[in-house]
């Protein structure tokens, strides 16, 4: 299996049990998740934008309005932290100490690259269209000229990042163990609902078949 | 109603419609989510880390392992970036260009305070578990004193915030409203699942009603 090597970043310090550096592993998290958290330092502050992005193979493509600063930041050459983070339970335990969270989560670090030409830019576009809602790019209408140019797309190659996990039950110390507390997991995830037509302007055609069945969440 | 003043950072440049300064708007997204990303410059690298806090007033509590080199910068007077993201839905447009999400998100700048006080501290940790699950804190083990050491919390006074939302349908181009595209909003929602009791040591009692009846998510 495929492995990205640790850095001195990348190495998880506490909870090495709860490191993962299996590509596998990671693209998975990139590809349950669609919100990243994209930081950057700009004018000696750091931001930090929640954004769509998509995954191609070792490639992350993430786009904003050209004029956002993170972007411009982003595409000349200022180094990203990108994190994303799937929550999947509280974990309760007898003590407040041993109270956690499962989790997934995936940092990449590194400097993108930013995506000018045209057919490129489309396709990155598409990739993270795609990656909301697997074929939507073919279904919509695609980009024209401007539209590409109010949009800024930068890609950033996935060969500096590692994830963690935290699954299971809570850690209990022995000596809690038969207290009269509720012990145990809430489980949690993001679930969509039924989804509602534009009401302004009811689209000419029924829902598609991907929406019916989400490729990530029960109905 | 109270507004928290907009600064060079927190003014939001583009989509002003998205944008919120009342503090009940701010505060009502902060008490929904339990999860934040904090984000700081540590050795010239910015880290973001996702983490579950909690508020109190105009005051955010984060905690993590007293040797987490991100709180320990924090401590020391490292600015913070502090994002809570919560996406509502997808929004889908005729156009992939249109696609967008439905969120709201809420970002303070600020540095933070390290709580040192035993009293303090344990208070700033019982705000943190109460805001996962409220009274959470008077049903679980309080920390003892090595647990108190090992654990940093820090406050931060919001002071210097805003919040992005963003609700409603597909915002479509005139001239693309008549395609034969499906277009509207794919509702999304954090749902919590059945309570699992810990399986290695089944506990003593029952679920806590605040479990059947999570206070943010439906069952």
């Known amino acids: 299996m495929s492995t990205i090597e640790p850095t001195a970043r990348t190495a998880v310090r506490r909870h090495r049990d709860r490191a993962h550096y299996e590509r596998d592993t990671v693209n998975a998290i990139l590809d349950e998740g669609f919100i990243c958290h994209v930081a950057c330092v700009v004018d000696a502050t750091v931001w930090a934008i929640p954004t769509t992005y998509g995954r191609d193979g070792d490639r992350l493509h993430i786009h904003g309005a050209a004029a956002n600063h993170v ?39 590194g400097i993108a ?28 209408r695609p980009p024209n000229r401007l539209e ?3 949009t800024r797309v930068v890609r950033l190659v996935i060969d500096e ?4 996990v935290r699954t299971g039950g809570p850690a209990d110390e022995e000596e809690d163990l038969d207290l009269p507390v509720w012990a145990g997991v809430l489980p949690l995830r993001l679930a969509a609902g039924r989804p509602e ?21 029960g109905a």
């Open 71 to 109: 972007l411009k930041a982003a595409a000349a050459g200022a180094e990203l932290t990108v994190t994303v983070t799937l929550v999947d339970g509280m974990v309760l335990a007898r003590s407040t100490f041993r109270h956690s969270m499962n989790y997934r989560s995936v940092t990449i670090f």
């Open 113 to 140: 690259t930013d995506i000018t030409d045209p057919a490129e830019k489309e396709a990155a576009l598409a990739c993270i269209v795609d990656h909301m809602l697997p074929g939507r790019s073919s279904e919509a």
């Open 148 to 150: 590409l140019a109010k």
């Open 161 to 164: 990042a590692s994830a963690k």
């Open 197 to 217: 037509p534009d009401q302004d302007h009811p689209p000419v055609v029924g829902v598609p078949p991907v929406l019916s069945q989400p490729h990530r969440w």
